[in-house]
């Protein structure tokens, strides 16, 4: 995964309806080594990787800033496999899982991606995600793509009592692959099955795959909810391609009642700067330090957007349905999904 910049602006409510963001965060380069930690415990997903620290990635060649592009580099092992703690018959890949040091809440949150691993078995994601909670205080997953096969898939993840509304699917480029799910979490899993073992009570919008959430159940009978959206096709140019110059992503989050809500949007490195927000498509250190959310004029309709709080017994609470977040990329691999059943 090729990263070029990755910024967040974050949230000042001025007054009870005008939005204000001032930037809190830009990353470029070897900042990532210095505001990020490497996850290097077991894989939450069963992915087929082994998740190693800074210093043997860094040593490794799996992380570091390219010289010629000043871009900041996450790669994935394409040498030998690896045993999993020893065990010769589980033979696994050396990869990259990085966390924010620092939880963010409403904001922006704005990346400009290069390349992005593609392939079979490859599953790359960027989200941002509660802590130890999940899934209370919910997840949002920005770029999620397995195999290299279709369009991205942008989710919301968060605990019982959350629904999206459907009268909000015209309100994006994308559609809208589930709608709500909701089941008991318990559930069991291996790698070359999925099987459930709890009660789905799906709308008429599922498709013939249902989702399971990557975290196992911390109580029998706890109520999920699980709402994914598929955003336009142009996005397959970056994620199955690799157009050289990738393209800028973007996730709002504004949970307030009557907020702008929760979307995704994307941008192709074709894309003309001027029909772009400044934002996004300023160079490095250029961009403007602030963002009035009145005025959103060239943010067009996101590729998904997941609706906003509406006050509704409908709609989702996000205001207290999703906490401060930790920013995520990873790129694990994988035989069979470990969340996707067929019926």
Known sequence: MYVRLLVVTCLC?????ALNYSMCQEWSGSDFFNHFYWW???DP??????????DVSRRSNLSYVDQNTGNFVLNVDTGDPVPRNGNWSHLVRRSNRIHSNHKFG????ILKLARMPTGCGTWPAFWTSTGSTWP?????DIIENANGDGPNLSSLHAGANCNVDQKFNNNQQGYVIMASLRFLETYAYSETSCVRTAPINRDARVSLTTTIPLARASTTGTLSFTAISSPSPNMKKLLTRNYSGGGWFAMMRD???NGTGIGVYFWHKD?????????????????PTSLDGDHMEK????QAYFGYNDGSNIQCDFENKFGLHEIIFDTTYVFVLPWVCVD
Do not use: C
């Open 40 to 42: 290097s415990g077991p």
């Open 45 to 54: 997903t069963h992915g087929l990787v082994d998740y190693v620290n800074q």
């Open 255 to 257: 949970t307030r009642v």
């Open 299 to 302: 943010w067009g309709k996101p």
């Open 106 to 109: 409403d904001g922006f949150y």
């Open 13 to 17: 409510v001025m007054h009870v309806q």
């Open 271 to 287: 894309t003309d700067r001027d029909q772009m927000p400044p934002q996004v498509a300023a160079p490095i250190h250029e961009a």
């Open 136 to 140: 209370d205080g919910g997840e949002i």
